[in-house]
Structures are given as C-alpha cells and as structure tokens.
C-alpha cells in the first residue's frame, strides 16, 4: 500500500459508478431485445382469456421471459383475488 | 472467397475509420489482398485517413448505378500494392445504397480479393445495416465510456439478428471488441473503465487495446494510417490486432500504465 493508494481509496471511483450503471442498464436493455417478437400479443390474449374467467386487474398479471442457452422459458404469474367472486 | 470484416460501434468517433485504415493495411502488408470500402455516404472520409481523398474519381454508388465499373472505382494504395480503396459517394444520397447492389458489388471483390473491409458509418441506419449485413466477422470498436459501451451492445443486438447469417441461419457473426482511447494512468486512478469491465459488460473477445495516443491524430493529420507508423504504442497495438485476428497468439500490451520516475517511487510493484 503506498501513500497514494490511501488518497485514491477514499470514494467510490468514477469509473465504478458507470460500470454499475451500464450493467444494470445492458442487462435490461438486453431482456427486451431477446424476447420473441409475439410476445406482447401473446401476453395481450392470455391477458383476455383469464379475465374472461377471473377479474383480475392488468397488474395482477406478470410475465417473465428467460433464455438460458437452449431453453426458453415463459413465465406467468397471476395473482388471484383474496375472494373468488361467488357464483349464483 | 474472401472474408468480410465489418468494423463498427454505434457511436461516432469512437476510431471506426482509422481502425479500418490500419486493419486493411495491416492485412495487406503480410500479403494478403484487401479492400477496404466506406460505407459512410455523404460523409466520406476513409480516403481522407488513407492519403488518396486526391485520387477518388468514382465511388461506391457509381458501381451500384452502373455509372463506372468496379475497377474504375478502386483505387490503388501508395504504400501497399495489395491494398485497395473504394470510397463512399460525397454527394449523393444515401438511398443509393442497396442491399443488392452492395451484394453484387461483395461478390465481385470476393473473387479477386482474401479480406473486405467495411467501414461503417455511426448509428444503425441502412449505411451501417448495409455495411454489416454480409460481415462474416465484426469488429465492435468501443471507448471506454458508458455510452460507447452502451452503442455496442446495442449493435451486438444487430449483429446477431439483423445480418444475413442471422437470417439465414447461419453460424452467427463472429464478433471481437477493440478498445481503443485507452489510458491506463486513468484506469487506475479510476477515473475511466477498466479493459476487464468492458470486457465483463459486453461479455465479447477482446481482439486488442489500443493506447490514446497523439500518433493517432499525426497519422490522421499525414494521410498515413497510423498502423505504419511502426515506433508508435497505437501502430504497435494495431499490428497486435492483426496479428491476434490472423490466429497469433500475442500477449495484450498498452493496458498497464506506463510507470515514470513517480509511479516507480510511489506505486505497488
């Protein structure tokens, strides 16, 4: 450790603030340019189908698309309502 | 068949021009046949960097048009026999380019030349599409700064989908990522982003480092591309990228600081 090092280690550097920034900002920029083009339509009419059967609001809803080498999976979360509305 | 090279980056001025000046006459000084064409319609300037912007009667849009045959276009390097120029249009609109013409044009030096250079122009309008649709290999040259580094992995994006291997199905482009402007002294002072964090960030093969260096501007200045100037860190550092793309395996120079008296004094190690 030289006397320089003691003066250079006080704050988080420059350079590590715009890592952390790019890192978070290519790894989302990245998700939206892997997902299938079809995917905003699918997640639209899958959207439809369950509301036909469930009332659920548009942010009940959430998908999630990973690729991870060969595998793609799609992920679809709903979030049901605490009461199921009751059927007469 | 010839191997087609396209450099490129997103961002302007980040040293996609004088990246394939060097490259081209780097190639071409071990021997091997090579073109080098801008694709920078209305914007030329790769005849500026390679000392023949004196010598361009027709371009890259007359062959397209029909106007002037291939060979017309090319122009001869001053230093290197084996290299060749074909320059983009100054004053035509870039419209003139067409996939097809571009094809056409691709095939016909593939016959006669090893190694097709494409300089692209900045952005990811048709120039640039153009000048990597047919690229087997890519050059991404980046700074290291957030929004260079930011271009690239957007144009990695590109590469990957918009390409004629990606469209056909083919092996995917092979893409490598020179980092060029770099200066280690800031890197340490952390100041600027390590060759490891763009590495890390684009997850690409690092083909080489090339130093900030005043020789750059004197080698722009002259006409010469820098890689010529053999007693410079950056030619030096470029004629490792050839190498390195030719298979050598050369080991990466110019990212540790250079250590005066001072660092000596004071550094670790």
Redesign the interface.
Known sequence: MSLLDYFRSSRPSSASVAKERLQILVAHERVSRNQPSYLPQLQKELLEVIRRHVNVGQDAISFSFEQDGNQETLELNIVLPDQPPKKS | MARIIVVTSGKGGVGKTTTSAAIAMGLAKRGHKTVVIDFDVGLRNLDLIMGCERRVVYDLINVISGEAALNQALIKDKHCPNLFILPASQTRDKDSLTQEGIGKILDELSKDFKYIVCDSPAGIEKGAHLAMYYADDALVVTNP??SS??DS??ML?ILASKSRRAEQNQEPIKEYLLLTRYSPER?K??????VD?VQ???SLHLLGVIPESKSVLSASNAGVPVILDEKSDAGQAYADVVARYMGEDKPHRFIDEKKGLFGKL???G
Not at chain 2, 189 to 194: I, K, R
């Open positions: 700064e957030v580094v930011r992995d957007r994006g890197v002072l952390g100041e600027m982003l390590s964090d890390e960030i684009l004071f550094g670790r």
